[in-house]
Protein backbone atom coordinates (compact mmCIF):
# COMPACT_ATOMS: atom_id res chain seq x y z
CA UNK A 1 0.00 0.00 0.00
CA UNK A 2 1.26 3.35 -1.05
CA UNK A 3 1.97 5.81 1.95
CA UNK A 4 0.98 9.63 1.34
CA UNK A 5 4.59 10.48 1.13
CA UNK A 6 4.45 7.77 -1.94
CA UNK A 7 2.11 9.72 -3.35
CA UNK A 8 3.44 13.10 -2.88
CA UNK A 9 6.71 12.33 -4.67
CA UNK A 10 5.04 10.85 -7.39
CA UNK A 11 5.46 6.94 -6.45
CA UNK A 12 3.16 4.44 -8.24
CA UNK A 13 2.18 0.98 -8.78
CA UNK A 14 4.71 -1.40 -10.29
CA UNK A 15 3.11 -4.70 -9.86
CA UNK A 16 1.86 -5.91 -13.40
CA UNK A 17 -1.99 -5.64 -14.25
CA UNK A 18 -3.91 -8.72 -14.28
CA UNK A 19 -4.74 -10.43 -17.38
CA UNK A 20 -7.81 -9.93 -19.25
CA UNK A 21 -7.63 -13.28 -20.83
CA UNK A 22 -7.24 -14.82 -16.98
CA UNK A 23 -10.27 -12.54 -16.09
CA UNK A 24 -12.08 -13.61 -19.17
CA UNK A 25 -11.59 -17.43 -18.23
CA UNK A 26 -12.75 -17.03 -14.93
CA UNK A 27 -15.65 -15.21 -15.94
CA UNK A 28 -16.62 -18.28 -17.84
CA UNK A 29 -16.48 -20.78 -14.86
CA UNK A 30 -18.67 -18.51 -13.04
CA UNK A 31 -21.34 -18.13 -15.50
CA UNK A 32 -21.26 -22.00 -15.75
CA UNK A 33 -21.14 -23.06 -12.12
CA UNK A 34 -23.94 -20.89 -12.03
CA UNK A 35 -26.08 -21.99 -14.62
CA UNK A 36 -25.37 -25.74 -13.26
CA UNK A 37 -26.29 -24.42 -9.89
CA UNK A 38 -29.43 -23.01 -11.04
CA UNK A 39 -30.85 -26.21 -12.71
CA UNK A 40 -32.33 -29.27 -11.14
CA UNK A 41 -31.15 -33.00 -11.33
CA UNK A 42 -33.19 -34.22 -14.19
CA UNK A 43 -31.73 -31.13 -16.21
CA UNK A 44 -28.28 -32.09 -15.62
CA UNK A 45 -29.06 -35.06 -16.58
CA UNK A 46 -30.23 -34.45 -20.09
CA UNK A 47 -27.38 -31.99 -20.18
CA UNK A 48 -25.39 -34.85 -19.66
CA UNK A 49 -27.07 -36.59 -22.33
CA UNK A 50 -27.10 -33.67 -24.93
CA UNK A 51 -23.28 -33.83 -24.49
CA UNK A 52 -22.78 -37.48 -24.81
CA UNK A 53 -24.70 -37.36 -28.13
CA UNK A 54 -22.38 -34.69 -29.81
CA UNK A 55 -19.35 -35.87 -29.09
CA UNK A 56 -20.83 -39.12 -30.51
CA UNK A 57 -21.97 -37.29 -33.40
CA UNK A 58 -18.73 -35.39 -33.79
CA UNK A 59 -16.20 -38.81 -33.30
CA UNK A 60 -18.41 -41.48 -35.40
CA UNK A 61 -18.59 -43.54 -32.31
CA UNK A 62 -14.81 -44.46 -32.98
CA UNK A 63 -13.45 -42.87 -29.39
CA UNK A 64 -14.21 -43.60 -25.73
CA UNK A 65 -15.82 -41.07 -24.76
CA UNK A 66 -14.01 -39.39 -20.83
CA UNK A 67 -14.84 -37.49 -18.33
CA UNK A 68 -12.93 -34.82 -19.43
CA UNK A 69 -14.08 -34.72 -22.96
CA UNK A 70 -17.65 -34.66 -21.61
CA UNK A 71 -17.34 -32.07 -19.04
CA UNK A 72 -15.42 -29.64 -21.74
CA UNK A 73 -18.50 -30.41 -23.85
CA UNK A 74 -21.52 -29.44 -21.47
CA UNK A 75 -19.24 -26.11 -20.86
CA UNK A 76 -19.44 -25.66 -24.68
CA UNK A 77 -23.03 -26.10 -24.65
CA UNK A 78 -23.12 -24.15 -21.87
CA UNK A 79 -21.65 -20.94 -22.87
CA UNK A 80 -23.32 -20.85 -26.28
CA UNK A 81 -26.95 -21.07 -24.45
CA UNK A 82 -26.01 -18.16 -22.44
CA UNK A 83 -24.32 -16.68 -25.84
CA UNK A 84 -21.35 -15.94 -23.70
CA UNK A 85 -19.50 -14.72 -26.67
CA UNK A 86 -15.74 -14.54 -27.46
CA UNK A 87 -13.23 -12.93 -25.67
CA UNK A 88 -13.37 -9.97 -27.73
CA UNK A 89 -16.37 -9.31 -27.43
CA UNK A 90 -16.43 -9.70 -24.03
CA UNK A 91 -13.44 -7.72 -23.28
CA UNK A 92 -14.84 -4.83 -25.08
CA UNK A 93 -17.71 -4.70 -23.07
CA UNK A 94 -15.71 -5.12 -19.85
CA UNK A 95 -13.67 -2.25 -20.57
CA UNK A 96 -16.79 0.43 -20.93
CA UNK A 97 -18.33 -1.84 -18.02
CA UNK A 98 -15.66 -1.21 -15.68
CA UNK A 99 -15.37 2.50 -16.25
CA UNK A 100 -18.74 2.81 -15.18
CA UNK A 101 -17.59 0.51 -12.46
CA UNK A 102 -15.18 3.14 -10.73
CA UNK A 103 -17.55 6.01 -10.38
CA UNK A 104 -18.23 5.93 -7.38
CA UNK A 105 -21.59 6.97 -8.20
CA UNK A 106 -22.71 3.87 -10.10
CA UNK A 107 -22.54 1.94 -6.51
CA UNK A 108 -24.71 5.02 -4.55
CA UNK A 109 -22.00 6.30 -3.11
CA UNK A 110 -20.98 10.16 -3.12
CA UNK A 111 -18.44 11.47 -5.18
CA UNK A 112 -16.94 12.65 -1.89
CA UNK A 113 -16.93 9.31 -0.07
CA UNK A 114 -13.86 9.13 2.33
CA UNK A 115 -12.85 5.66 0.02
CA UNK A 116 -12.13 7.87 -2.80
CA UNK A 117 -9.67 9.62 -0.81
CA UNK A 118 -8.02 6.22 0.27
CA UNK A 119 -8.13 4.52 -3.08
CA UNK A 120 -5.28 6.26 -4.37
CA UNK A 121 -3.13 4.54 -2.17
CA UNK A 122 -4.18 1.10 -2.93
CA UNK A 123 -1.58 -0.96 -5.46
CA UNK A 124 -2.54 -4.23 -7.38
CA UNK A 125 -1.71 -6.67 -5.48
CA UNK A 126 -2.85 -5.49 -1.88
CA UNK A 127 -6.28 -6.59 -0.50
CA UNK A 128 -9.24 -5.10 1.23
CA UNK A 129 -11.56 -6.65 4.03
CA UNK A 130 -14.59 -4.69 4.73
CA UNK A 131 -17.20 -5.56 7.45
CA UNK A 132 -21.02 -5.08 7.98
CA UNK A 133 -23.76 -4.54 5.64
CA UNK A 134 -23.16 -1.08 4.98
CA UNK A 135 -19.84 -1.37 3.29
CA UNK A 136 -21.06 -3.33 0.59
CA UNK A 137 -21.18 -0.71 -2.09
CA UNK A 138 -17.57 -0.14 -1.02
CA UNK A 139 -16.34 -3.25 -1.44
CA UNK A 140 -17.79 -3.66 -5.38
CA UNK A 141 -16.26 -0.29 -5.93
CA UNK A 142 -12.94 -1.07 -4.98
CA UNK A 143 -13.55 -4.98 -6.45
CA UNK A 144 -14.18 -2.56 -9.71
CA UNK A 145 -10.51 -1.50 -9.91
CA UNK A 146 -9.70 -5.45 -10.04
CA UNK A 147 -8.17 -5.68 -6.03
CA UNK A 148 -9.35 -8.94 -3.87
CA UNK A 149 -12.12 -7.96 -1.35
CA UNK A 150 -13.24 -10.11 1.22
CA UNK A 151 -16.70 -8.94 2.73
CA UNK A 152 -17.88 -10.47 6.10
CA UNK A 153 -21.04 -9.57 7.55
CA UNK A 154 -23.62 -11.34 10.30
CA UNK A 155 -26.48 -12.80 8.07
CA UNK A 156 -26.57 -15.40 5.62
CA UNK A 157 -29.32 -12.52 3.65
CA UNK A 158 -26.37 -10.01 3.75
CA UNK A 159 -24.02 -12.15 2.01
CA UNK A 160 -25.96 -13.90 -0.68
CA UNK A 161 -27.07 -10.26 -1.38
CA UNK A 162 -23.65 -9.02 -2.08
CA UNK A 163 -22.47 -11.92 -4.06
CA UNK A 164 -26.10 -12.20 -6.17
CA UNK A 165 -24.35 -7.96 -6.97
CA UNK A 166 -20.92 -8.42 -7.65
CA UNK A 167 -21.33 -11.39 -9.91
CA UNK A 168 -23.90 -9.30 -12.04
CA UNK A 169 -21.60 -6.97 -11.99
CA UNK A 170 -18.51 -9.28 -13.26
CA UNK A 171 -16.66 -8.67 -10.22
CA UNK A 172 -16.75 -12.09 -8.51
CA UNK A 173 -13.21 -12.86 -9.07
CA UNK A 174 -12.11 -10.46 -7.54
CA UNK A 175 -14.82 -10.56 -3.91
CA UNK A 176 -14.92 -13.49 -1.22
CA UNK A 177 -17.68 -13.36 1.10
CA UNK A 178 -18.02 -14.91 4.93
CA UNK A 179 -20.91 -15.67 6.99
CA UNK A 180 -19.16 -14.80 10.24
CA UNK A 181 -20.04 -14.45 14.07
CA UNK A 182 -18.42 -10.77 14.82
CA UNK A 183 -16.59 -10.89 17.63
CA UNK A 184 -16.65 -14.24 17.63
CA UNK A 185 -15.00 -15.97 14.89
CA UNK A 186 -13.50 -14.82 11.58
CA UNK A 187 -12.40 -17.15 9.21
CA UNK A 188 -8.61 -17.26 7.83
CA UNK A 189 -7.63 -14.11 6.27
CA UNK A 190 -4.76 -12.72 4.43
CA UNK A 191 -3.33 -9.82 5.42
CA UNK A 192 -5.07 -6.41 4.25
CA UNK A 193 -3.80 -3.03 3.81
CA UNK A 194 -6.89 -1.92 4.23
CA UNK A 195 -10.39 -2.49 6.56
CA UNK A 196 -13.45 -0.49 6.05
CA UNK A 197 -16.03 -1.15 9.29
CA UNK A 198 -19.75 0.01 9.49
CA UNK A 199 -20.07 1.92 12.31
CA UNK A 200 -23.12 0.35 12.94
CA UNK A 201 -22.85 -3.11 12.53
CA UNK A 202 -20.07 -2.41 15.80
CA UNK A 203 -22.65 -0.59 17.32
CA UNK A 204 -25.43 -3.53 17.46
CA UNK A 205 -21.88 -5.65 19.49
CA UNK A 206 -21.48 -5.97 22.97
CA UNK A 207 -18.40 -3.97 24.46
CA UNK A 208 -16.46 -7.54 24.75
CA UNK A 209 -17.36 -8.89 21.01
CA UNK A 210 -16.34 -5.24 19.69
CA UNK A 211 -12.84 -5.21 21.33
CA UNK A 212 -12.14 -8.76 19.88
CA UNK A 213 -13.55 -8.07 16.75
CA UNK A 214 -11.06 -4.38 16.16
CA UNK A 215 -8.29 -6.50 17.40
CA UNK A 216 -8.53 -9.31 15.68
CA UNK A 217 -8.75 -7.08 12.32
CA UNK A 218 -5.73 -5.09 13.80
CA UNK A 219 -3.68 -8.14 13.89
CA UNK A 220 -4.59 -8.70 10.15
CA UNK A 221 -3.76 -5.49 9.18
CA UNK A 222 -0.18 -4.83 7.59
CA UNK A 223 2.13 -2.41 8.93
CA UNK A 224 1.52 0.81 7.39
CA UNK A 225 -2.18 -0.05 6.32
CA UNK A 226 -5.30 1.48 7.17
CA UNK A 227 -8.81 1.54 8.65
CA UNK A 228 -11.71 3.13 7.65
CA UNK A 229 -14.73 3.57 9.82
CA UNK A 230 -17.96 4.62 7.92
CA UNK A 231 -21.54 5.62 9.42
CA UNK A 232 -24.00 3.18 9.00
CA UNK A 233 -27.67 2.80 9.69
CA UNK A 234 -27.14 3.84 13.05
CA UNK A 235 -27.07 7.07 14.83
CA UNK A 236 -23.53 5.77 16.24
CA UNK A 237 -20.84 8.44 14.50
CA UNK A 238 -17.26 6.56 13.73
CA UNK A 239 -15.81 8.52 16.26
CA UNK A 240 -17.14 6.71 19.01
CA UNK A 241 -14.71 3.72 18.41
CA UNK A 242 -11.35 5.05 17.97
CA UNK A 243 -10.54 4.47 21.56
CA UNK A 244 -9.54 1.31 19.74
CA UNK A 245 -7.12 3.01 17.92
CA UNK A 246 -5.24 5.33 20.89
CA UNK A 247 -1.95 3.57 19.69
CA UNK A 248 -2.68 4.24 15.55
CA UNK A 249 -2.47 7.69 13.90
CA UNK A 250 -5.44 9.14 13.51
CA UNK A 251 -6.59 11.26 9.72
CA UNK A 252 -9.82 12.57 9.98
CA UNK A 253 -11.79 13.78 6.88
CA UNK A 254 -12.36 17.11 6.64
CA UNK A 255 -15.78 18.08 7.14
CA UNK A 256 -16.33 20.26 4.07
CA UNK A 257 -15.28 17.13 2.03
CA UNK A 258 -17.81 14.66 3.61
CA UNK A 259 -20.84 14.12 2.15
CA UNK A 260 -23.61 15.68 3.45
CA UNK A 261 -25.19 14.06 6.40
CA UNK A 262 -22.60 11.76 7.00
CA UNK A 263 -20.65 13.52 9.39
CA UNK A 264 -16.87 13.30 10.08
CA UNK A 265 -15.69 10.00 8.81
CA UNK A 266 -12.17 8.66 10.31
CA UNK A 267 -9.08 6.41 8.90
CA UNK A 268 -6.83 5.21 11.09
CA UNK A 269 -3.14 4.48 9.99
CA UNK A 270 -1.25 1.19 11.70
CA UNK A 271 2.29 2.70 11.94
CA UNK A 272 4.99 1.26 9.95
CA UNK A 273 7.31 -0.96 12.51
CA UNK A 274 9.67 1.74 12.52
CA UNK A 275 7.55 3.96 13.86
CA UNK A 276 6.53 0.93 16.68
CA UNK A 277 8.87 1.46 18.98
Given at each position: ?223 GGVHLLIPGEASTAPEAYLSHYTDWDRDPMPEENAPSGDGLLVVASNPPPSQQA
Amino acid sequence: MLTTVDLQTGRRPSRPQPSLRLQYQEYLLQRIEAYKNSLPRDAILRLGDEAAEELQSATGGQFVLTEVMMLETVDRIIIKRLGLGSYRRWQNRLLKLRAGQREPTHWGLDPRHPITRVMPRIEKGDRVITVGGSTEPVACFIAAFDIPVTYLAGTLALVEGAEMRVAGESLAGQFQAFVVQLGEWLPPLDPACLVVLDSSTLADLSAGQRRRLINALKAHTVPGGVHLLIPGEASTAPEAYLSHYTDWDRDPMPEENAPSGDGLLVVASNPPPSQQA
